[in-house]
């Protein structure tokens, strides 16, 4: 590997730094906001969970198939299939924001064991996705700054820390989904 690539990936770290930062604080201020605080008119956006607990499933689909795809040596499909799962990432974060700037929070209404099953993996999905974006933004760019070893290294951590998200959105989605009003 180059020093010239190391240094193209330095320079991406304090971007990687303010975004692992920024994101989640965003997300966690702008999803406590409800517009209609402010004055705006606006109908809740009940319609959007099903939507974006498909992204998130389609986020893990597209995930194991870049995998495939790498191990299949088509680097072309998978860096393709890679800015997909960030950009259906993305797409997530925009459409969850949106739901919660609208609508009040759902509670989870189920009683017993299934209450503590439910709240595990809620807490460990909001956990390991403000974890999981470092490790995006850092697997990402040794990719494109073609430092493959280093983002090998890297992918074996992000993929299943990234899988687990995706699929738990979808879990946490479909164990909720009675409790919508």
Do not use: C
Request: hydrophobic letters at 55%; zero cysteines; a positive charge.
């Amino acid at each position: 590997m180059s020093a010239v690539n190391i240094e193209k990936e330095k320079q991406y770290n304090k971007w990687i730094i303010a975004l692992a930062i920024i994101i989640p604080v965003v997300v966690a201020i702008l999803s406590k906001v409800k517009l209609q605080d402010f004055g705006i008119e606006v109908e809740p956006f009940s319609f959007l969970p099903p939507i974006y607990a498909s992204i998130n499933a389609l986020t893990a689909i597209v995930l194991i198939w870049a995998v495939i795809a790498i191990k299949n040596k088509n680097r072309n499909l998978h860096e393709r299939l890679m800015k997909l799962a960030i950009l259906l990432s993305l797409s997530f974060l925009v459409m969850y924001v949106a739901y919660h700037m609208t609508s009040d929070s759902t509670k989870f209404g189920g009683e017993g064991v299934i209450k503590y099953i439910y709240y595990f993996i809620l807490f460990t999905h909001i956990v390991l996705s403000i974890v999981v974006i470092p490790f995006v933004l850092i697997t990402y760019v040794r990719g494109v700054t073609n430092n493959i070893e280093r983002h090998r290294k890297i992918a074996k951590i992000t993929f299943p820390l990234w899988l687990y998200v995706a699929v738990t959105g979808v879990v946490v989605y479909l164990m909720i989904s009675p409790y919508y009003s």
